[in-house]
């Protein structure tokens, strides 16, 4: 306990800068699981990538389209053994998928690349055993090597699973120092710790449960739990939240909730529930495949029974129905969004933008409405110079430099607000001496022999000193701090205070009016603080004094009363619930690794100008999926009616070789349209 006691006296100077006190009224992803999937389909992808090699060479199609002849005995027998590894170990994600996709009655992607391969393996093998006909061993391996590749590298772009309860774990301690009757500390588990007991938190710890203080006085830093923009004055009778940061002195403090009853235990559970409950967004590949297995399954159907009515052979009529359905499954639809997704992920991680969510992101482009949270997104967290008033005699810089010089000797963060408006003004400082802190009401020292106070308005109005009320209740109504300098007790001027405006807020929130896009500020603060940071912006809608558990309800309320697509832009724990309930959650990259993790996008620069950026690369994105989608399945409008044969009567059928050749035209297409995807 003698420690404690010298760190407490230690820490006496910062104890209380009651000066500086605002006025009463301020108030289940499996990461792991899914990079085992990606590391599965890239294993897949490579092993079937060397098995084609000599599938290409064996088949005679492909030797007679080389002008070679590579025959031999027993090759077809190889032929088969090799597709048939790459058909049941290559396409075998694919055979699953689509047994899923039957058992929903939902045919998409999968379904349509099984019928594919398993139609192409299927009569190869016939042909190989002594069916009349053209093997396409070649088509099968080709086709699930496209596709595997296609899905190992859609799986890659989004990897990154989030964490979100993990990180907001981390938050607690994992210990705490129980004091017994008599005051001895001893260190306990979390969970030892029941309602009733006692705890000393020392200065820089974070507070381990959630109770109230019977000893002690400090500043708390809540930032990260409510949004409350500055650390907020506690004493004794005071509630404080487990996971915030005990700033400056010691504090005991009595256990009221611990375990699920806790607030942090309470965010956790809202953010696993908004998780679990938001919506999947149909994914344009998946929709494209769909109709396109039903016309293959038509197509298919109808070739065959066309020809045999026109009284052909059932070899043949089978021959035309495997190409038509084959053909109708194109190597560049595979490709056509995993590409896109690939380059805009690129794009956008050089701009500053980590997408983790891409059904989301890719929402974007329909966005009505962001959600913007004050505290560190709009503004930058910390306390600036907005306002200073001289009294009748006396120079703004002479306020300034003998505010600053006292203040130099403070780690409160008004003071570093004070001192870093001098430091950018040029201003030298003097030495300070005799500092100390007025409990509850500033501090005092003297510089250059003269006696210097900066106080609140209750110390000067305990002694009772006449003040310019005009500019003080303006500075206050606009929700500022006000602190008062003194020279031997004389009023020489006051500073107004206020957690600053960022610049590339306000060439957002107007970049947004430009696009129709409605701004919302949401915030715990106060009313005051709040219109006065929106009148700064220009938002014209605000949600002020919003309790840090209602955010994500005020989230669900905009979207249902307006039926608007909503965003929410956060960077505190308390804005994960309303990252994860939101439309698109996004997150401001300086704030905690928590809101990054729940959100669907990180702006690493915590530039909001770069929501608007988001946005923009959204619209890119979607259009260019849109036009290789066209270019990927648009091609079957011709090679489906020449694959089944409708030009026959002329002597022009689509051989499966130069059917081949369009698919890979149309592969080169895709690929190209991908890559020229500008930011």
């Not at 560049?332 to 805009?344: K, R």
């Amino acid at each position: 306990m003698k420690d404690d006691d010298k760190r407490m006296k230690e820490q006496k100077n910062h104890d209380n800068h009651g000066s500086h006190d605002k006025h009463k009224d301020h108030g289940d992803h499996g990461g792991h699981d899914h990079g085992d999937m990606v590391a599965d389909f890239r294993r897949r992808f490579f092993i079937s990538l060397v098995l084609t090699i000599p599938i290409l060479a064996l088949s005679p199609m492909i030797q007679g389209f080389l002008g070679v002849d590579w025959r031999f005995s027993g090759d077809m027998y190889i032929l088969f053994g090799l597709s048939t590894v790459v058909f049941f170990y290559g396409g075998w994600p694919f055979i699953t998928g689509a047994r899923d996709e039957l058992k929903d009655r939902s045919p998409g992607m999968m379904m349509l690349i099984a019928l594919a391969i398993t139609i192409a393996y299927g009569y190869s093998s016939l042909v190989v055993f002594g069916w009349e006909g053209k093997q396409l061993f070649w088509e099968l391996a080709t086709l699930v090597d496209i596709m595997l590749l296609g899905h190992w590298i859609e799986m890659k772009s989004v990897m990154g699973a989030s964490n979100a309860l993990e990180e907001l774990v981390k938050l607690m301690p994992n210990e705490a120092h129980r004091l017994d009757d008599e005051g001895n500390a001893e260190d306990v588990p979390l969970s030892e710790l029941k309602s009733g007991d006692r705890v000393l938190v020392k200065p820089g710890e974070k507070i381990p449960v959630d109770g109230v203080i019977v000893d002690g006085k400090s500043a708390v830093d809540e930032s990260m739990l409510t949004g409350e923009s500055v650390p907020v004055e506690k004493k004794e009778d005071d509630e404080v939240i487990g996971g915030s940061v005990n700033k400056e002195g010691s504090l005991t403090v009595q256990v009221e909730k611990t375990g699920e009853d806790s607030y942090l235990s309470q965010v956790i559970r809202m953010v696993r529930e908004a998780q679990e409950t938001k919506s999947k967004t149909q994914d344009l590949t998946n929709r494209a495949a769909k109709w396109l297995f039903y016309l293959a399954l038509g197509a298919g159907f109808i070739t065959l029974f066309v020809w045999l009515s026109l009284g052909y052979e059932f070899d043949m009529a089978l021959e035309r129905m495997v190409t038509v359905m084959v053909i109708t499954c194109p190597h560049a639809l595979g490709l056509a969004s995993p590409l896109v997704v690939a380059v805009s992920t690129t794009l956008s991680a050089k701009q500053g933008l980590l997408i983790r969510n891409r059904a989301n992101f890719e929402g974007a482009r329909n966005l009505d409405a962001v959600v913007f949270d004050k505290t560190g997104t709009l503004t930058k967290g910390e306390f600036g110079v907005t306002d200073i008033v001289p009294a009748e005699g006396y120079e703004e810089a002479q306020v300034l430099k003998t505010a600053a010089g006292l203040e130099q000797n403070s780690e409160h963060p008004i003071a570093t607000g004070i001192v870093n408006e001098a430091n950018e003004r040029e201003i030298d400082l003097g030495k300070v001496q005799d500092f100390q802190s007025l409990t509850g009401k500033g501090i005092e020292g003297r510089i250059g022999g003269e006696k210097i106070n900066v106080v609140s308005i209750g110390y000067i109005e305990s002694r009772e000193l006449s003040y310019d009320r005009e500019n003080f209740d303006k500075m206050s109504e606009d929700g500022k701090t006000v602190v008062f300098v003194l020279v031997e007790d004389k009023i020489i001027g006051m500073i107004g205070l206020a957690d600053m405006v960022r610049e590339t807020a306000k060439e957002a929130i107007a970049s947004l009016k430009e696009m129709g896009v409605h701004s919302i500020m949401l915030t715990g603060d106060n009313r005051k603080v709040a219109d006065w940071v929106a009148g700064q912006l220009g938002i014209d809608e605000v949600y002020a004094g919003v309790l840090p558990d209602d955010k994500a309800n005020q989230i669900k309320k905009i979207k249902e009363d307006k039926g608007w697509k909503v965003a929410m832009t956060g960077d505190g724990v308390n804005d994960a619930p309303a990252l994860a309930t939101a439309d698109l959650g996004i997150a401001i990259g300086a704030g905690t690794d928590v809101a990054m993790e729940t959100a669907d996008v990180v702006l690493v620069k915590s530039n909001p100008n770069d929501v608007v950026a988001l946005m923009d690369l959204s619209r890119k994105t979607y259009r260019k999926m849109v036009q290789n989608l066209w270019w990927a399945s648009g091609y079957n409008i011709i090679a489906i009616p020449l694959a089944a044969g409708v030009l026959a009567p002329w002597g022009i059928v689509l051989s499966p070789a130069v059917g081949a050749i369009l698919m890979s035209m149309s592969t080169v297409i895709v690929a190209i349209n991908a890559k020229m995807l500008k930011a």
